[in-house]
């Protein structure tokens, strides 16, 4: 239990559709990272949010988008969905910016784009 | 351009035994090392990590070992256990400014046989 918790935990969408993925932060974690993980591989970055701000973003197209809200809760976006954007999305909070704090990972949404 | 590699995509230990679960990395700036543990069907686990200024950290049944000439760090498992089996994920640090972003390898599928 790590107390990072993510909605939906699965969805299905078309191609061509938008999407959006939420994640409530461990209570005292102000930094909220998403991470998209394909199959057999490893996570791969997208974007960190770090107070409300971006802070930091993968090589992921513009279409992927997030927000982080003031109680530290974030979404992701996903617009125009292709078939290459079906993975695990994982999000990660951790308790500052300062690189080396532990990040801890939600359980993940499984978006399947038909 | 792969810059955490684990290669061994699998690893069958008897229980009971030593589990030796490898990672090689390229970029140098890496500073901070993290093992993750995930099941399926659940978000990675924080398991151990390793700041670049050590060689060895150790945590219960858990060993990482650092070897930053060799790019090489190492996860042990002694005991290992039938609950232990689970993808093993490397992950590495830059620690650029205040981003968290951690690249990750592409997993080792441990199996534990009783």
């Known amino acids: 239990e790590t107390g990072v918790t993510q909605s939906p935990t699965h969805l299905i969408k078309t191609r061509g559709q938008q999407v959006t993925l939420r994640c409530s932060s461990q209570s005292g974690h102000n930094t909220v990272s998403w991470y998209q993980q394909a199959l057999g591989q490893g996570p791969q970055f997208i974007f960190q949010?770090?107070?409300?701000?971006?802070?930091g973003r993968g090589n992921f197209p513009p279409r992927f988008s997030g927000l982080q809200f003031p109680n530290y809760s974030s979404e992701l976006n996903v617009n125009a969905l292709e078939l290459d954007d079906s993975a695990l999305y994982l999000c990660a909070s951790s308790p500052g910016g300062v690189a080396g704090n532990t990040i801890y990972f939600g359980e993940g949404s499984w978006l399947t784009v038909v | 351009d792969q810059q955490v590699k684990q290669n061994s995509p699998s690893l069958s230990v008897q229980e009971g035994r030593i589990s030796i679960l490898n990672c090689d990395y390229t970029n140098s700036m890496f500073d901070y090392f993290l093992w993750y543990k995930k099941y399926p069907a659940e978000g990675p686990t924080f398991l151990i990590s390793?700041?670049?200024?050590?060689d060895k950290n150790e945590d219960g049944r858990f060993t990482v070992f650092l070897n930053k000439s060799a790019k090489h760090l190492s996860l042990h498992i002694v005991p290992s256990q039938p609950g232990d089996s689970a993808v093993y994920f490397c992950a590495a640090s830059d620690g650029g400014g205040a981003t968290n972003k951690l690249i990750f390898g592409t997993g080792t599928l441990l199996a534990v046989q009783p």
């Open positions: 949010y770090y107070r409300e701000e971006e802070n």
């Open positions: 390793i700041s670049s200024i050590k």
